[in-house]
């Protein structure tokens, strides 16, 4: 049974950092795209970035040049470092397969930016 839990949320003040980690249990890590989504109130759930398993990475306009993501195969676990964050960076950060299987979401992390 695929699982991801998603931990390192928190409150921080714009333009703080925050580094968040995502283990995955019950898949072969090491062969799947993993990506980082987030679900703001009222909104819809969206792609923040992915990682491919040899490193290849994308992120969404919103988060480039701010975000970084990076994978380690040997823990199953992926991370999100997050700079410079804004307000509206604000959501449920949860991880996922890249394209997301539904039967795969955890309950996320909660970030939360102040003005």
């Known amino acids: 049974q695929v699982q991801f839990v998603e931990s390192g949320g928190g409150l921080v003040q714009a333009g703080g950092s925050l580094r968040l980690s995502c283990a995955a249990s019950?898949?072969?890590?090491?062969?799947?795209?993993i990506g980082w989504y987030r679900q703001a109130p009222g909104k819809q759930r969206e792609l923040v970035a992915y990682?491919?398993?040899?490193?290849?990475?994308y992120y969404s306009n919103s988060v480039k040049g701010r975000f970084t993501i990076s994978r380690d195969n040997a823990k199953n676990t992926v991370y999100l470092q997050m700079n410079s964050l804004k307000p509206e960076d604000t959501a449920v950060y949860y991880c996922?397969?890249?394209?997301?299987?539904?039967?795969?979401w955890g309950q996320g992390t909660q970030v939360t930016v102040s003005s």
């Open positions: 996922n397969v890249y394209p997301y299987f539904n039967e795969y």
């Open positions: 990682i491919h398993p040899g490193g290849t990475t």
């Open positions: 019950g898949m072969t890590f090491s062969i799947n795209v």
